[in-house]
Nanobody, 120 residues
Framework: QVQLVESGGGLVQAGGSLRLSCAAS????????MGWFRQAPGKERRFVAG???????SYRDSVKGRFTISRDNAKNTVYLQMNSLKLEDAAVYYC??????????????WGQGTQVTVSS
């Protein structure tokens, strides 16, 4: 059974930074595309960033240049470095893993989420 456990969320002032981590257990996910999604209250869950097994990355437009996704296959962990945080970045952030090249809401595995709160 694969488990994804996110950590690193918290309260940060606008303009600040946070680093989210997602540790996988149960199987090695080196060949999986990993991704981060977020869901704000009353809104749908949305793609934030993804990284393929080969290291190719993709981002939603609103976070390009501010967020960086990376992975450490030796640790079976994926990270999301978030800089210059804005109020609109506040949400519950979810880690996901997919056997497909493109990661979508149909991902195979999901974490439980970690809250990111941005204050003015």
């Amino acid at each position: 059974q694969v488990q994804l456990v996110e950590s690193g969320g918290g309260l940060v002032q606008a303009g600040g930074s946070l680093r989210l981590s997602c540790a996988a257990s149960g199987r090695v996910l080196n060949d999986y595309t990993m991704g981060w999604f977020r869901q704000a209250p009353g809104k749908e869950r949305r793609f934030v960033a993804g990284i393929s097994g080969s290291g190719s990355t993709s981002y939603r437009d609103s976070v390009k240049g501010r967020f960086t996704i990376s992975r450490d296959n030796a640790k079976n962990t994926v990270y999301l470095q978030m800089n210059s945080l804005k109020l609109e970045d506040a949400a519950v952030y979810y880690c996901a893993a997919s056997r497909q090249v493109m990661i979508t809401l149909a991902a195979d595995y999901w974490g439980q989420g970690t809250q990111v709160t941005v204050s003015s």
